[in-house]
């Protein structure tokens, strides 16, 4: 019973997944039609179709696919770490200390991007930092 609602609630997400996917492809500045988005991403479509679709919407899409999957890998990996199922960000101090280098580099420099200056000062703490933790 359980494993068949899963295959089902996947498969719904797989659907609507690719839904998005088919109206983000055609909607736009540029509208393109459903049908020519599916011969556009064959290869078979006019020249404004494929440049719209392979050159330009597409590696957004994919992009935005694969990054969305490691936010979601990450969710899994602390959820996992933390042995928790309802674990946030919150429980191991990620917001907090977001929030608090945000307001110090504010702050401190005077504008949230920080002149190129100090650009090798945060590269040298970070890998100071980091590399006795990989040790």
Known sequence: MFEQRAVVVNLGLLVTLLLACMLYLSLGSVKVAPGAVLQA????????????????????????????AAFALAGILMQTLARNRLAT??????????????????????????????HWRGNYCRSTYLWPCGR
Request: aromatic share 8%; charged share 10%; proline share 7%.
């Open 89 to 118: 960000p919150g429980i191991i101090g990620i917001d907090n200390g977001a929030t608090a280098f945000a307001v110090a580099s504010i702050v401190g420099v005077g504008f949230s991007i920080a002149p190129q200056p100090w």
């Open 41 to 68: 991403l064959l290869g078979n479509a006019d020249m404004m179709a494929n440049f719209v679709v392979q050159e330009l919407r597409l590696p957004r899409l994919t992009a935005a696919c694969f990054t969305g």
